[in-house]
């Protein structure tokens, strides 16, 4: 049982919007810490995505997009392409348990 | 360019202590900027955080393996490593060394080892 929830998967078409949701709580996305997320490829480093709850490093493609509002955070992509096809992880830090903590993750089927 | 290398046993036996190491390049593990961590993702499972050390030596550990975990940094090598006692079989695990920082998440990662617990 992960201390950030996220859907086991999530599906979309080539060119349409997904959304990847990461619930957590008081002691961490709800007090403040901030929520990165990964791109994960078989057979590749994992790739930060997404830092700082909504900002991009360079490289990463202005389909991806971050935002948070209170304990839940949410990874949006659009215009899907097959490449998208990956799991995602939602991360953050939670000061109950002192641990960086990461999402169960989630797998994005492009259909 | 900042890169991270894992290195060690690809296989250890059951009861015996997990050690990898991470080198670093592109940047120094003395810099007081990062928290030079460690991740395991077991087979079919999820990232799992197994711990971070600070520059200074201070390390902070996932509770569920705190017991068992030991993090050290070798400034004069530039790389840090991981010991991991009294494995089992669910210690099977792609092992990944990554630099983080709380604001900036973790934006470099090594590629990761295999490491298989089996006598």
């Known amino acids: 049982q992960s201390v950030l929830t996220q859907p086991p998967s999530v599906s979309g078409a080539p060119g349409q919007r997904v959304t990847i949701s990461c619930t957590g709580s008081s002691s961490n996305i709800g007090a403040g810490y901030h929520v990165h997320w990964y791109q994960l490829l078989p057979g590749t480093a994992p790739k930060l995505l997404i830092y700082g709850d909504s900002s991009r490093p360079s490289g990463v493609p202005d389909r991806f997009f971050g935002t948070k509002s209170g304990a839940s955070a949410s990874l949006a992509i659009t215009g899907l392409q097959a490449e998208d096809e990956a799991d995602y992880y939602c991360q953050s830090y939670d000061s109950s348990l002192s641990a960086v903590v990461f999402g169960g993750g989630t797998k994005l089927t492009v259909l | 360019q900042v890169q991270l290398q894992e290195s060690g046993p690809g296989l250890v036996k059951p009861s015996e202590t997990l050690s990898l190491t991470c080198s670093v390049s592109?940047?120094?593990?003395?810099?007081?900027?990062?928290?030079w961590s460690w991740i395991r993702q077991p087979p079919g499972k999820g990232l799992e955080w197994i711990g971070y050390i600070y520059y200074s030596g201070s390390t902070n550990y996932n509770p569920s393996l705190k017991s068992r975990v030991t993090i050290s940094v070798d400034t004069s090598k530039n790389h840090f490593s991981l010991k991991l006692s009294s494995v089992t079989a669910a210690d099977t695990a792609v092992y990944s060394c990554?630099?983080?920082?709380?604001?900036?998440?973790?934006?470099?990662w090594g590629q990761g080892t295999t490491v298989t617990v089996s006598s």
């Open positions: 990554a630099r983080w920082h709380p604001r900036d998440g973790m934006d470099v």
């Open positions: 592109g940047d120094s593990v003395s810099s007081g900027s990062y928290y």
